[in-house]
């Protein structure tokens, strides 16, 4: 890649949320400041909301690094479960083995622990994200388990973070009661212009850039305009503009680099982007509101010999990997936070692993950045990704089926001699990426 030419010691915009690069904008420190403030206030209940990308999980990942030891905490980003099922999560969070217990001794256990954390003078925090996910009945067990208390105090603290729709659940009027136990809200927006240049140097500053200046003075404006300030797009668009950079042979990011990227991941500029779409690096995108983006190619999710998914790839990138946050989510135990990155272009479709523990397997090969082909097999845990390109589809006879899947035979728990996690469903590992 681009680390060496560039003079970095790692890439500055990897899309997973890795707490060492976060910016701390104003309004991303007080965000921060409202997660911390759970910690010193018995009754604290804090909700944070903001659009896909606008830094929620790697905000939770860099307060989760800071907290105190005596706190006790359980985080839990698999949210479209069932009231039992999430009992059961946060049980298992705590180290218990829940999943045979009924809904009694479910809650009975928690209030017990609870009880037991504050009598040892321990903190418990829950923290859960997408929580725009929650159903009102897993939203009622929040409310719930908030108020179980000591004779002086409440005993369990709260964060719920979640797109914005967490606010229209939150403000229902079946939920009055649990809305009222919340002390604080923020909404977490979109980056200032100024504040994008800012994030831009500064992951580059992290990356091992220091003081150089690697992207010009007149990037950042068609950045922002591209971008509208989301952190998750700036990734992207920086990213392919420094390969951009890169493949022309260039040491700097200049305005031409920028407009290479753009036109490459087709985007439109921000504010003519459709609300729901602004957020996604993936989104499609068109040159008038009824074009239909092009598919270049198709990627086919199997498991165990079976299609469970079929994700068209347009132009863009999208992420892939165990939790919702992902544009594309596998919910296995194998497959780390955020596995792997794929970009697709109108030439070409590359996948990327993204420091997964279990990584990318193409044959017997382990590879970190591969560009397919059609056809191409993919490992990824227990599953496999079947690439099919449409720019060659389209020449071959209707009737053709899609390539065989190949028997690719790892029936046991590991792979290519490393062994594979075996960690909760519910919730990543903390040493997981």
Not at 5 to 24: G, H, I, N, T, V
Not at 135 to 155: A, P, W, Y
Not at 182 to 187: A, E, G, Q, S
Request: proline letters at 5%.
């Amino acid at each position: 890649m681009y680390t060496e030419p560039f003079q970095l010691k790692e890439l500055p915009f990897r899309l997973s949320p890795d707490p060492q690069f976060l910016y701390l904008s104003k309004q991303h420190s007080r965000a921060k400041a409202y997660m911390e403030s759970t910690i010193w206030f018995a009754d604290g209940f804090v909700v944070i909301t903001g659009e896909i990308g606008s830094g929620k999980t790697t905000l939770i990942e860099s307060f989760l690094r800071e907290i105190p030891r005596d706190v006790v905490v359980a985080q839990i980003n698999q949210t479209q479960v069932s009231a039992v099922d999430f009992l059961q999560s946060l049980l298992a969070q705590f180290g218990f083995s829940p999943f045979k217990m009924k809904k009694g001794e479910l809650l009975g256990t928690l209030n017990n622990f609870l009880i037991e954390q504050y009598a040892a003078g321990r903190r418990v925090l829950l923290v859960v994200d997408e929580a725009q996910n929650l159903s009102q009945r897993v939203l009622e067990e929040i409310r719930l388990l908030s108020g179980v208390e000591t004779t002086k105090e409440k005993v369990l603290r709260i964060i719920l973070a979640g797109q914005p729709e967490l606010n229209d659940k939150l403000d229902a009027p079946e939920l009055v009661q649990l809305n009222q136990r919340v002390r604080l809200r923020f909404h977490l927006s979109a980056l200032s212009r100024a504040e994008t240049a800012d994030y831009i140097r500064h992951r580059l500053e992290v990356a091992g850039a220091g003081e150089r200046q690697i992207f010009d003075d007149d990037t950042f404006d068609e950045i922002f305009r591209y971008t509208g300030g989301v952190p998750r797009l700036i990734n992207t668009l920086c990213d392919t503009a420094m390969i951009a950079a890169y493949t022309a042979d260039r040491g700097r990011v200049t305005a031409v680099d920028v407009a290479s990227a753009v036109s490459e991941l087709q985007w439109l500029e921000f504010s003519a982007r459709p609300r729901r779409q602004i957020a996604s690096s993936h989104a499609p995108q068109a040159s008038h509101a009824d074009a239909a983006p092009p598919t270049l190619a198709r990627l086919r999710i199997v498991e165990a010999g079976r299609t469970v998914q079929e994700i068209p790839l347009m132009p863009g990138r999208l992420i892939l990997g165990r939790t919702p946050d992902n544009e594309v989510q596998i919910d296995s135990r194998f497959i780390s936070r955020h596995h792997c990155q794929i970009t697709t272009t109108s030439q070409s479709t590359v996948i990327e692993d993204l420091n997964s523990t279990n990584g990318l397997y193409v044959g017997a090969s382990r590879v970190h950045r591969h560009y397919l082909r059609d056809g191409d097999v993919v490992l990824i845990g227990k599953h496999e990704l079947v690439y099919v390109d449409e720019r060659l589809s389209r020449s071959r006879n209707p009737n053709d089926t899609l390539p065989a899947i190949p028997a690719l035979g790892h029936e046991d728990d590991t792979l290519a001699g490393e062994e594979l996690p075996v960690d909760l469903p519910f919730g990543p590992s903390r040493s997981a990426s």
